[in-house]
């Protein structure tokens, strides 16, 4: 706290310009912004059937201060912290006023050793098989030069303990403490040297004694050349001593456990390339900072070829180990395909597909999980006169060939069928989306089939924006003992914008009704979701006085930004027919057009399987805003969700290093997805570039689907809005 308060002091005012000019923090930009918000609660009817289990008003207001000062060309310091004012059972698990963040940054270039060094929040990444998560405590980064400018270097030392808030602040609860050495070399390639420390407390209530962990890895990553090939070849060894976690009240004391990573990645100068991955992690190595999976052991092969016209084929061959030092390890077996872009169908012009297929082979060796799963994934679109269609056609199987076994197998088949056509009310303009949907499902004490009716609206102008989904979905089933069940969603959204000012409504309202419903024990739901808020942005740039942070109370909403020059086909600000030549040089082909944006089926992440969309928004001129959205598998799967998450996080920080601003609040648990959807969960990631910001996160959505979208604008609204995402694709 003294080191804070000296800091922060002494750069407010022990400076030269402040004592010649006595306009107070003139030479600072400055920036307000608070949120005052109320919500209110309800259900009638079987409490398991609502929502939101906690009812009544709940409010709370929300205050982000932040200040920056550059001293020079290579020199700035900021600061930033997010206070909270709590009355609600959804915002945080406190009452009354909390420090939620707090971040004081200190960068310095032109010094012999270059630093940065940050106190409060911060990001700590060394690997994801080590440490990759948001500490409250220290880190400070040094980059000693080295003669040779084919050669940098980078020192990381930090110390911190992952707590949500500042309340009741205790580090040693859970605190990490470590440091990496990084060395880039354009001729040896990349290389780090990382140690770890975890300290857990003591925790009474379970019986837990103390817990220590240590930490070490190695890490390499090199770039060969082969004639026409290119090749990447990455590695790490980490090695693990200490205590662990086994379950909620169960430790594994004085362990040693390895974990090994390596991947080969070709780029062979031609339409095919492939990636080769093996990952193998000991029985005892799980450490605390990681969301690798202990006792595992995997190999992949993946291949791809892109054809002439933008199609892209890629084909997967997985084998994974599960338990694998124990008397009874699970071997998985997975051979898959993926199918994106265009199909020349000269009777269907414009055809797109996005395809998945797959089979898995699971059993373990005493035959007590022997199954087989086959799973198809179709995903088209076309324009078709003046909308733009999507059909999603999908079928899984599974045979259950365990001993013992209960049940034979288990089939679904769903159909999506949609359509997006264009509105324009005045100077409204945006997009209406009617679709259909039916499921039929079979086997395993299961029959029903199922219908619904969706629509979803977008529209807005300058000042006004407005959303809404609505569902209707009816579940029929023919098993004894079961009840159909007829299910009702209405979400709507509002915001105002003008200057400074955002006001904004949500509204979300559920009607579930089973049949025959109570004589089976059952009996209908309603449950409500009202919110109303009120936001108040103020800023001064830097060299100005502090009353032209309320010169702008007044102002009439901001004009676009010019278009900038582009760089790159996914660069903001540049014309969209550049954009999309630009996608069509890289084997992006195939964009179905919407509204105000252009939907591509394209794997940008290639070490990522799940399905991935590219989104172009544009104001018909120029790209406003690019997209790309990644789903995941199964959102009711929480260890498979965190890994995915933290997979694609690992690959952007490897990309765009460390970021600037991170936001997470909440935890992976089995509530997931209601946690998305009631905002009581939040993760969002941002990066700084010249021409705007990159966010990437999991955003919550009106029509309450669950997803990862990394987003590049010019800006983002702030991180407490958490409908952030692009709603238009669905």
């Given at each position: 706290?003294?080191?804070?308060?000296?800091?922060?002091?002494?750069?407010?005012?022990?400076?030269?310009?402040?004592?010649?000019?006595?306009?107070?923090?003139?030479?600072?930009?400055?920036?307000?912004?608070?949120?005052?918000?109320?919500?209110?609660y309800?259900?009638?009817?079987?409490?398991?059937?609502?929502p939101?289990?906690?009812?009544?008003?709940?409010?709370?207001?929300?205050?982000?201060a932040?200040?920056s000062?550059?001293?020079?060309?290579?020199?700035?310091?900021?600061?930033?912290?997010d206070?909270?004012?709590?009355?609600?059972?959804?915002?945080?698990?406190?009452?009354?006023?909390?420090?939620?963040?707090?971040?004081?940054?200190?960068?310095?270039?032109?010094?012999?050793?270059?630093f940065?060094?940050?106190?409060?929040?911060?990001?700590?990444?060394?690997?994801?098989?080590?440490?990759?998560?948001?500490?409250?405590?220290?880190?400070?980064?040094?980059?000693?030069?080295?003669?040779s400018?084919?050669?940098?270097?980078?020192l990381?030392?930090?110390?911190?303990?992952?707590?949500?808030?500042?309340?009741?602040?205790t580090?040693?609860?859970?605190?990490?403490?470590?440091?990496?050495?990084?060395?880039?070399?354009?001729?040896w390639?990349?290389?780090?040297?990382?140690?770890?420390?975890?300290?857990?407390?003591?925790?009474?209530?379970?019986?837990?004694?103390?817990r220590?962990?240590?930490?070490?890895?190695?890490?390499?990553?090199?770039?060969?050349?082969?004639?026409?090939?290119?090749?990447?070849?990455?590695?790490?060894?980490?090695?693990?001593k200490g205590?662990?976690?086994?379950?909620a009240?169960?430790t594994?004391?004085?362990?040693?456990g390895?974990g090994?990573?390596g991947?080969?990645?070709?780029?062979?100068?031609?339409?095919?390339?492939y990636?080769?991955?093996?990952?193998?992690?000991?029985k005892?190595?799980?450490?605390?900072?990681?969301?690798v999976?202990?006792?595992?052991?995997?190999?992949?092969?993946?291949?791809?070829?892109?054809?002439?016209?933008g199609?892209?084929?890629?084909?997967?061959?997985?084998?994974?180990?599960?338990?694998?030092?124990?008397?009874?390890?699970?071997?998985?077996?997975?051979?898959g395909?993926?199918?994106?872009?265009p199909?020349?169908v000269?009777?269907?012009?414009?055809?797109?597909?996005?395809?998945?297929?797959?089979?898995?082979?699971?059993?373990?060796?005493?035959?007590?999980t022997?199954?087989?799963?086959?799973?198809?994934?179709?995903?088209?679109?076309?324009?078709?006169?003046?909308?733009?269609?999507?059909?999603?056609?999908?079928?899984?199987?599974?045979?259950?060939?365990?001993?013992?076994?209960?049940?034979a197998?288990?089939?679904?088949?769903?159909?999506n069928l949609?359509?997006?056509?264009?509105?324009?009310?005045?100077s409204?303009?945006?997009?209406?989306?009617p679709?259909?949907?039916?499921?039929?499902?079979?086997?395993?004490?299961?029959?029903?089939?199922?219908?619904?009716?969706?629509?979803?609206?977008?529209?807005?102008?300058?000042?006004?924006?407005?959303?809404l989904?609505?569902?209707?979905?009816?579940?029929?089933?023919y098993?004894?003992?079961?009840?159909?069940?007829?299910?009702?969603?209405?979400?709507?959204?509002y915001?105002?914008?003008?200057g400074?000012h955002?006001?904004?409504?949500?509204?979300?309202?559920?009607?579930?009704d089973?049949?025959?419903?109570?004589?089976?024990?059952?009996?209908?739901?309603?449950?409500?979701?009202?919110?109303?808020?009120?936001?108040?942005?103020?800023?001064k740039?830097?060299?100005?006085?502090?009353?032209?942070?309320?010169?702008?109370?007044?102002?009439?909403?901001?004009?676009?930004?010019?278009?900038?020059?582009?760089?790159?086909?996914f660069?903001?600000?540049q014309?969209?027919?550049?954009?999309?030549?630009?996608?069509?040089?890289?084997?992006?082909?195939?964009?179905l057009?919407?509204?105000?944006l252009?939907?591509?089926?394209?794997?940008?992440?290639n070490?990522?399987?799940?399905?991935?969309?590219?989104?172009?928004?544009?104001?018909e001129?120029?790209?406003?805003?690019?997209?790309?959205?990644?789903?995941?598998?199964?959102?009711?799967?929480?260890?498979?969700?965190?890994?995915t998450?933290?997979?694609?996080?690992?690959?952007?920080?490897?990309?765009?290093?460390?970021?600037?601003?991170?936001f997470?609040?909440?935890?992976?648990?089995?509530?997931?997805?209601?946690?998305?959807?009631?905002?009581?969960?939040?993760r969002?990631?941002?990066?700084?570039?010249?021409?705007?910001?990159?966010?990437?996160?999991?955003?919550?959505?009106?029509?309450?689907?669950?997803?990862m979208?990394?987003?590049?604008?010019?800006?983002?609204?702030?991180?407490?809005?958490?409908f952030?995402?692009v709603?238009?694709?669905?």
């Amino acid at each position: 706290m003294p080191t804070f308060i000296l800091i922060l002091f002494s750069f407010l005012f022990y400076t030269p310009a402040f004592a010649e000019d006595k306009t107070p923090l003139k030479d600072f930009a400055l920036s307000l912004e608070n949120t005052t918000r109320y919500e209110n609660y309800d259900f009638w009817g079987d409490p398991a059937g609502s929502p939101y289990q906690n009812t009544g008003g709940q409010f709370y207001n929300e205050l982000t201060a932040s200040f920056s000062r550059r001293l020079s060309d290579y020199e700035s310091f900021q600061g930033r912290f997010d206070v909270l004012y709590n009355d609600s059972r959804y915002r945080s698990q406190h009452n009354g006023l909390v420090l939620e963040r707090g971040n004081l940054t200190w960068e310095k270039g032109n010094t012999s050793v270059p630093f940065r060094t940050q106190l409060g929040d911060n990001f700590s990444f060394m690997s994801i098989r080590t440490i990759q998560r948001s500490l409250k405590g220290f880190q400070l980064e040094l980059q000693p030069a080295f003669s040779s400018q084919d050669r940098k270097q980078s020192l990381l030392f930090f110390t911190g303990t992952g707590a949500d808030d500042y309340r009741d602040f205790t580090p040693a609860k859970n605190l990490f403490s470590g440091g990496s050495y990084l060395i880039e070399d354009k001729k040896w390639g990349n290389y780090s040297f990382n140690l770890l420390q975890n300290h857990q407390a003591s925790e009474i209530k379970d019986g837990l004694a103390a817990r220590n962990q240590l930490v070490g890895s190695i890490t390499g990553e090199k770039i060969l050349a082969f004639r026409k090939q290119k090749m990447t070849l990455e590695g790490e060894v980490a090695y693990l001593k200490g205590d662990y976690n086994l379950t909620a009240n169960t430790t594994e004391t004085n362990k040693d456990g390895i974990g090994l990573f390596g991947q080969f990645t070709a780029d062979t100068g031609t339409p095919f390339n492939y990636r080769l991955r093996y990952e193998n992690y000991g029985k005892n190595y799980r450490p605390n900072a990681s969301s690798v999976n202990r006792d595992y052991e995997g190999y992949e092969a993946h291949g791809g070829w892109r054809f002439a016209k933008g199609l892209n084929l890629r084909g997967r061959l997985q084998y994974f180990v599960d338990a694998a030092s124990t008397a009874n390890p699970t071997d998985t077996y997975v051979a898959g395909t993926n199918l994106t872009g265009p199909l020349a169908v000269s009777f269907l012009p414009g055809l797109t597909t996005g395809l998945d297929a797959f089979i898995q082979d699971a059993k373990n060796k005493d035959r007590t999980t022997n199954t087989r799963t086959a799973n198809l994934n179709m995903n088209f679109g076309m324009p078709v006169r003046t909308w733009a269609a999507r059909l999603v056609l999908i079928a899984r199987n599974v045979e259950n060939f365990a001993d013992n076994a209960n049940w034979a197998g288990q089939r679904s088949y769903e159909t999506n069928l949609s359509a997006t056509h264009a509105i324009a009310l005045g100077s409204f303009k945006g997009s209406v989306t009617p679709g259909l949907i039916y499921q039929n499902m079979a086997g395993n004490a299961t029959n029903r089939d199922n219908y619904g009716v969706n629509l979803g609206l977008q529209i807005a102008n300058a000042m006004h924006q407005i959303g809404l989904d609505a569902k209707f979905f009816s579940q029929n089933a023919y098993a004894p003992g079961t009840s159909n069940e007829v299910t009702n969603n209405v979400g709507f959204n509002y915001r105002f914008t003008k200057g400074p000012h955002i006001f904004g409504i949500e509204t979300n309202y559920t009607d579930r009704d089973p049949t025959p419903g109570t004589a089976i024990g059952q009996s209908s739901t309603q449950a409500y979701k009202f919110a109303v808020f009120y936001t108040l942005k103020l800023d001064k740039e830097q060299g100005k006085p502090i009353s032209s942070m309320f010169s702008k109370l007044a102002a009439q909403p901001e004009e676009a930004a010019a278009a900038a020059t582009a760089v790159s086909p996914f660069s903001i600000g540049q014309p969209l027919q550049k954009a999309v030549d630009g996608l069509a040089a890289q084997g992006i082909t195939g964009g179905l057009m919407q509204p105000g944006l252009v939907v591509y089926e394209a794997r940008l992440l290639n070490e990522i399987d799940q399905r991935q969309r590219l989104a172009l928004l544009h104001d018909e001129k120029v790209v406003t805003k690019t997209a790309l959205i990644i789903d995941f598998d199964d959102v009711g799967n929480q260890s498979t969700v965190s890994q995915t998450f933290e997979r694609v996080r690992s690959i952007l920080l490897k990309r765009f290093g460390s970021p600037v601003d991170t936001f997470e609040q909440g935890q992976f648990s089995p509530n997931f997805a209601r946690d998305v959807n009631s905002g009581k969960f939040v993760r969002i990631i941002e990066w700084r570039t010249e021409n705007g910001a990159v966010r990437f996160g999991i955003p919550q959505r009106l029509d309450r689907q669950i997803r990862m979208e990394l987003q590049y604008a010019s800006k983002f609204p702030s991180r407490n809005e958490t409908f952030w995402s692009v709603e238009e694709v669905r």
